[in-house]
């Protein structure tokens, strides 16, 4: 049996993070197919596209979060033609994973959102981790709705399992965990993380942006093969594959 540690960074607004994680979860299924006993396990690390103002601040306050249209926001950040190239290029990729993206509704600061995270992963381990995540992700890209609202968030709480309504409203209300957050977004950044999502597998090899799912399995089966001839691993960086990130 092998054990898969893989640390993710990503930010809950970037649409790359979702294709990506849907392409790691069928790696995984694949590889299970041939290695039933192996055991995989996943760690999010917040990032922020969009830095909230004043951060590691514990007078931010944490609601009301303002948000804006999101092809507005696209159209203000990357130009209007190019804003439709990604939209288009995002539509397409989405589809060959089986995800129905909707680009509409709003955007905004995502620390709430990788606040509700850290919350899931201090009381609900991975399994209310991945439940947040996919959570949001699917209420975001798929549902045209705005995670910077409060009882959006409370939804997604109470579906991951994480407690009851009253409790996690009031624990998002609260602030709290939100310098960790920020503390853990930044050491991102100065780690020399530019964009996500961004893969750290088996603790030795770092490869960025929604990989295809072959390059999870190749991966998974070279550690394999490493374990398998009683090999250490050297800590060399993985092939330097790079694909669609957000920035």
Request: glycine fraction near 10%; aromatic fraction near 10%; hydrophobic fraction near 35%.
């Amino acid at each position: 049996m092998t054990h898969y540690p893989i640390l993710i960074t990503s930010d809950i607004v970037c649409p790359w993070c979702y294709i990506g994680h849907t392409r790691l979860t069928k790696a995984i299924s694949a590889h299970k197919q041939t290695y039933p006993n192996d055991t995989f396990h996943l760690r999010y690390l917040p990032f922020y596209l969009n830095p909230p103002p004043h951060l590691s601040s514990n007078n931010l306050p944490a609601f009301p979060v303002s948000s804006a249209n999101k092809r507005d926001y696209m159209v203000a950040k990357f130009g209007a033609q190019r804003a439709s190239d990604i939209e288009s290029r995002l539509l397409a990729a989405a589809a060959s994973e089986g995800l129905t993206f909707s680009m509409g509704g709003k955007t905004g600061i995502s620390r709430n959102g990788h606040r509700l995270v850290y919350y899931g992963q201090t009381h609900g381990g991975e399994e209310g981790q991945n439940a947040v995540m996919l959570g949001l992700w699917k209420r975001y890209y798929e549902r045209e709705v705005d995670i910077t609202e409060l009882d959006v968030l409370v939804e997604v709480g109470v579906e991951a399992g994480l407690g009851g309504a009253e409790e996690i409203r009031e624990f998002l209300l609260s602030g709290r965990d939100g310098v960790e957050v920020d503390k853990l977004a930044e050491e991102s950044r100065m780690n020399g993380i530019s964009g996500v999502p961004n893969y750290v597998l088996m603790d030795t090899w770092e490869v960025s942006g929604a990989q295809e799912s072959q390059v999870f399995q190749q991966l998974f089966r070279r550690w394999k093969d490493m374990e398998a001839k009683g090999k250490v691993a050297s800590g060399e960086p993985a092939d330097d594959v790079k694909a669609n990130a957000c920035l």
